[in-house]
């Protein structure tokens, strides 16, 4: 029953370090700590923005560039399903607004000690087994609306994805010196 279950030892390896690196840079870039996200929610620090912003184009970059290099073949891109995305993404924002966490920074949290993130592990975990169980009914009723299928801007555009990518670091860029020159305004009362 379990022969499949596990990959082999060398991926489970790269899989722990890949695991251990991401969680050290998520706690060295303070998006571990509860006021840190909630701060995000209230406008009041932008550190979240950042990071994952920067990750995006750092991971845009990097995987177009090395599947112009031949290093991988092909993108292994979800469907794109509107309404199931935005229904997700209602409930996933809801629960890192009333946590302050989200599922990769909660583990991170867990690991530096901070026991209230456990609570949104419980959930998340909760919340996976919910949805697998009410999933037919969700991929009969809501999963259509909006089904796009496999599909990328440029695909839609019939644009190179370099464009995008270039569009979206410009802005990334522009968002950041601005958010920079607002924060170091002084507050006024």
Not at 164 to 172: E, P
Request: proline fraction near 3%.
């Amino acid at each position: 029953m379990f022969e499949h279950f596990f990959a082999d030892p060398k991926t489970l390896l790269l899989g722990a370090i890949t695991g251990l690196v991401f969680g050290f840079l998520l706690q060295k870039g303070g998006v571990t700590r509860y006021n840190v996200i909630v701060n995000q929610f209230r406008f009041k620090d932008f550190t979240v923005l950042k990071t994952m912003l920067t990750a995006i184009v750092v991971g845009a970059i990097g995987i177009y560039a090395m599947l112009q290099l031949g290093m991988i073949k092909g993108l292994s891109v979800k469907g794109a399903e509107l309404a199931m995305n935005a229904g997700g993404g209602l409930i996933f924002g809801v629960g890192m607004v009333l946590l302050g966490y989200c599922p990769g920074t909660a583990l991170a949290a867990v690991g530096q000690g901070s026991r209230d993130a456990i609570v949104g592990i419980v959930g998340a975990l909760v919340g996976a087994a919910v949805y697998a169980e009410v999933y037919p009914l969700l991929a009969r009723t809501v999963e259509p609306i909006g089904k796009l299928g496999k599909i990328t801007f440029a695909d839609a555009t019939h644009a190179s994805p370099w464009w995008f990518i270039v569009g979206l670091a410009i802005v990334a860029v522009a968002l950041f010196t601005w958010l920079e020159r607002r924060e170091r305004r002084p507050v006024t009362a």
